[in-house]
């Protein structure tokens, strides 16, 4: 039932785990997807104490980027925490696998999402300093020629 | 581990993974380049076409932050630091990346650290994604942080001081 997640849980071999703690606050850690059952959707998770985790809503977040922050990719499983038998089991209730087209779906939910924000403020478009965009380019460009 | 150790995580990964709470109280997280700020507190921009992140704070302003992702840091012994916080979602739009010290440096970070980025200024990029320099500015005030020194999460963690988590220098 849940095999297109565990095909991607398994490509990126851990995930960010996010539970929420008992004082509301959301919290995070690493666990390996090694273990996730694709007919259950349930993964064992590690989850110390000191986080004080609570049985509720929890996602699993794979992401990776290169060494030049580029190439990124992500995914996101949403679902519940429970404490069984002293053990926290995450259990998927959501995933929707990564277009193909990912990236032209990003940019035209952003434009769109972009102009509601705008029309519900009444706002027009505003303009970008561009100028100063380039000036931090170059000033970028120029740390990292220096640094090489 | 030390704060220092921990501010050098923070200060070099390229990316940290963000949750705020859902209207249904569930978490949602994205991975982001924070950039921390001599009075303790975190800045986080996002564009106004990827919102979500702001209507979430404004509701409930419950975060955190995970620093855990060390491709391309450099870091020769990676290690792990949760940042647990109350954010601030300003309603004021920012178009020009000089108009504040920290912005400017944080974009500056960015830039040097994503070359490829720079595209989203090129005369394709704009037209594109007019959006991605239109954009929201995140503060997150820090109220517990705790590190993984080996980035090991399955030993319990250390508390570090949040008093002594700001940038130095």
Redesign the interface.
């Known amino acids: 039932m849940w095999d297109d997640a565990a095909k991607w849980l398994n490509k990126f071999g851990e995930a ?1 785990l ?4 008992t004082n ?8 390996s997807t090694s273990g996730y059952d694709r007919a259950s959707g349930e993964l064992a998770v ?1 989850l ?4 004080d985790g609570a049985n ?4 699993l ?1 794979c ?8 190439s ?1 990719q ?1 995914i ?1 499983i ?1 679902g519940t925490v429970q404490q069984r038998d002293g053990a926290w089991i995450f259990r998927t209730e959501s995933f929707t696998p990564p277009s193909k087209l990912a990236v032209l779906d990003f ?1 035209r ?6 102009q509601k ?2 029309d519900k403020r009444g ?1 027009p ?6 100028a ?6 170059r ?3 120029a ?2 020629t220096a640094k090489t | 581990m030390s704060t220092s150790a921990a501010l050098d995580i923070i200060d070099r990964y ?2 940290c ?1 963000f ?3 859902s209207r ?8 982001v ?1 924070p950039r921390l700020q001599a009075d303790g507190r975190f800045l986080l921009t996002t ?5 979500q992140k702001a209507f979430n704070i404004r509701r409930n302003p ?3 932050l ?1 620093f ?2 060390p ?2 840091s450099g870091v020769a012994q990676p290690a ?1 630091v ?1 940042i ?2 109350d954010a601030i979602a300003e309603d004021r ?1 920012v ?4 108009s504040d010290p920290d912005l ?1 440096a944080l ?12 595209f989203w ?1 090129t005369w394709l990029g ?1 037209r ?7 954009r929201l500015l995140i503060y997150v005030t820090p ?2 942080a ?1 590190s993984w020194p080996t ?1 090991d ?5 250390e ?1 570090l001081d949040v008093t002594e988590v700001h940038r130095v220098g």
């Open positions: 960010v996010t539970v929420i703690d509301g606050y959301p919290a995070s850690v690493r666990v590690s110390p104490a000191e986080i509720g809503p929890a996602s977040l992401h990776s980027h290169d060494e030049k922050l580029w990124l992500m996101t949403n940019i939910n952003a434009r769109r999402s972009a924000y705008l706002l478009r505003p303009q970008v300093n561009w100063e965009v380039k000036e931090v380019q000033r970028a460009k740390a990292r | 390229f990316t993974e949750t705020t709470l249904a109280g569930s978490p949602v997280t994205w991975p380049s564009s106004i076409g990827m919102p419950k975060v955190s995970l855990s992702e491709t391309g792990a949760l647990q916080g739009i178009t020009d990346v000089s400017a974009m500056e970070t960015v830039s040097k650290r994503q070359p490829a980025g720079a200024s704009k594109l994604m007019w959006p991605y320099y239109v109220r517990r705790l980035r999460f399955t030993r319990p963690p508390e």
